[in-house]
């Protein structure tokens, strides 16, 4: 372990080029989808992405509230993105902070690109994220978890919208930091991506990062959505194969 002051920062890559939790650059963290996790709502999606558990649920399109949001040649699409006080170890308020109406607002833009919403003019597409327990990557996940229960709620969307973070670990590039890598890392770029026509409807970036390194974190952020989008297929497949109410049971 070295040390910066009084914080004790991990070892972030070994001499191998394996991770802290002994993944390679390129891989991702444990991940599983499951499309209808909730009855009431009418789309749902539970996802566990390494230490990461959210809920995602999608009610609509329906009557908007507030109603001078309404706009009469389209869905408004308003999304609520939230970190339970419990989900952190730190101690957190209850209800949404700057960073969560910020990442809702964010979000909610990227389903804007991509979801069909001149065909439900003057109502609302309202999504909910709640983030159970927190490990990095919250944003990622929830997009994941809303994109796989917009398709559940049969919200007729250009595509499904796979999303993960690149960062920089150690000097090099990593696909899907875990905590210590946010925390202690050099770069973070969440990016979200339609994979059919490959455009981007979400990209951040906090840190620094050159061309060369944008590039090659792109490129495998690239290659990370299309694994992810596979298990998102997937997880609608396993919902819907024995019937509408498959998977919903439990």
Aim: net charge negative; charged share 25%; aromatic share 4%.
């Amino acid at each position: 372990m070295g040390s910066v002051g009084a914080k004790e920062v991990p070892v972030l890559l070994s001499p191998e080029g394996l991770r802290i939790d002994g993944r390679k650059l390129d891989e991702l963290r444990p991940l599983s989808i499951r499309a209808g996790a909730l009855h009431q709502a009418d789309g749902s999606a539970a996802v566990e992405w390494g230490a990461n558990k959210v809920l995602a649920a999608v009610y609509g399109p329906r009557e908007v509230h507030p109603r001078h949001l309404q706009q009469n040649h389209k869905a408004v699409i308003q999304c609520r993105y939230n970190m339970a006080a419990f989900s952190v170890d730190e101690r957190k308020r209850p209800g949404l902070d700057r960073r969560s109406q910020e990442i809702s607002k964010v979000i909610g833009e990227a389903f804007e690109s991509v979801v069909f919403v001149e065909e439900y003019p003057r109502t609302s597409i309202d999504i909910y994220i709640e983030v159970l327990q927190a490990n990095a990557g919250t944003r990622c996940a929830g997009v994941v978890a809303a994109s796989v229960a917009l398709a559940d709620a049969g919200i007729p969307m250009a595509d499904l919208l796979p999303a993960v973070a690149v960062g920089k670990v150690g000097g090099a590039i990593a696909l899907d930091l875990k905590k210590e890598e946010d925390n202690f890392g050099e770069a973070d770029l969440p990016m979200a991506l339609v994979p059919q026509s490959g455009r981007l409807v979400l990209l951040q970036m906090e840190g620094h990062l050159t061309e060369p390194e944008l590039a090659q974190a792109l490129d495998l952020g690239v290659k990370g959505c299309r694994e992810i989008y596979e298990q998102m297929k997937r997880a609608l497949r396993e919902r819907y194969a024995v019937g509408p109410t498959a998977g919903a049971s439990s």
